[in-house]
């Protein structure tokens, strides 16, 4: 039936839950429906697609791990440097490991593999080979559990309470 995307007090995006866990916290009245989609649980009782909660939640930040997975998803499953989107994509360290360049989210982007090849043992400057992003930390783990809803073209209603995160 899908997943709901919970909003804080404050409209802010707070996390994915099941659509059983969305029905009880609005029957409980501890969220309000905020989006549905048209489909109905029951008799009057539309299925909620974004809830928020009554009360506000302060929630701490959640590390993301650093895992090819996640770098593919933060790149776009896209080659930094020349765009390509494929099977045969590799990570790349920017500051290449050899010379001190670490594992870290600010220092491994995906590359294709004839970039990285190309690129070798160099800087994207030495190489004057340029990243189409500076690669960064993510902003949250929820910002990226949405965007990968969003990329598989589901909850396309979410989109507007993710703007600016
Ligand atoms: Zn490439």
Known sequence: MGKVLVLN???EPLNITSWRRAVVLVLKEKAEQVEHNGKFVYRDFP?????RLRQYVRVPYKEIPLTRRNLLHRDSHTCQYCGHAGDDLTLDHVMPRSRGGGDTWE???TACVRCNVKKGNRTP???RMILKQTPRRPYSSLYFEVTKHLRNGVHQEWRKYVIGM
């Open 9 to 11: 007090a404050s409209y």
């Open 107 to 109: 220092n491994m982007v």
């Open 47 to 51: 299925l909620p697609t974004v809830i």
């Open 125 to 127: 400057k030495e190489a």
